[in-house]
């Protein structure tokens, strides 16, 4: 079965520090992976999105991640951390005609 | 070009009632998918519709239920309502493509009383 885990359900950075948020998935298939950002009482906003054109990827906001087969993870990161970054980030698979599968998501907390 | 637009955004509700939610994708997009999000489940896939049709479907009792119609606007109906159906509602929209990235809208809040 398609699965997706991401590990930590809470990241807490300092403003300018280095984020790094996890997530590793299962698929029989070449998987389409994504990223999404979820902000407070709204809906979610693609961050990037993982094609099996090009194994970094580079999103909105500073964000990329980089898809590792060989650990079937697909990280995100980004070097320096921005208040506006806290929010609730998603990895999410796609299982084909528009179902996804997500993660249980991941809270980014950052500090000043 | 707009995004994707739901209605309401937010209500209230109490048990055994029915509701009925609104999606409207962005202009040119045909396939709609609905999404239950609540703080237990997390984000959890509903059912799909493209063209009229519903394309997939998530595991979901009958209770919950969708259509779409020929301007690609999509409903979706909760009927007999349970506590449990407290969550934020996602709508998303994407192209033909079935790997096409997926636009959500802000979501509808249903709180059951």
């Known amino acids: 079965a398609q699965s997706v885990t991401q590990l930590g359900s809470h990241v807490s950075v300092s403003e300018g520090a280095l984020v790094l948020l996890r997530c590793n998935y299962s698929?029989?298939?070449?998987?389409?992976l994504f990223w999404y950002v979820q902000y407070p009482n709204q809906g979610l906003q693609l961050l990037l999105k993982y094609t099996s054109a090009a194994t970094l990827v580079k999103g909105i906001n500073g964000f990329e991640a980089e898809f590792k087969k060989s650990e079937t993870s697909f990280h995100l990161t980004k070097p320096s951390a921005h208040m506006s970054d806290a929010a609730e980030y998603f990895c999410?698979?796609?299982?084909?005609?528009?179902?996804?599968?997500f993660g249980t998501g991941t809270r980014l907390l950052v500090s000043p | 070009k707009a995004g994707v637009t739901q209605t309401p955004r937010y209500l209230i509700k109490t048990r055994g009632q029915q509701v009925t939610l609104s999606c409207s994708p962005i202009s040119g997009h045909r396939s709609v998918s609905w999404y239950q999000q609540t703080p237990g489940q997390g984000l959890q896939f509903l059912f799909e519709y493209f063209s009229e049709t519903q394309r997939n479907k998530g595991n979901f009792p009958g209770r919950f239920s969708g259509r779409q119609f020929s301007n690609s606007r999509s409903e979706m109906n909760v009927s007999t309502l349970e506590l449990g159906d407290s969550a934020l509602y996602l709508c998303?929209?994407?192209?033909?493509?079935?790997?096409?990235?997926?636009?959500f809208g802000p979501g509808t809040r249903l709180l059951v009383l």
């Open positions: 998303a929209s994407s192209g033909d493509n079935p790997q096409e990235t997926q636009y």
């Open positions: 999410v698979l796609s299982k084909g005609f528009q179902k996804l599968v």
């Open positions: 698929s029989s298939v070449p998987p389409y």
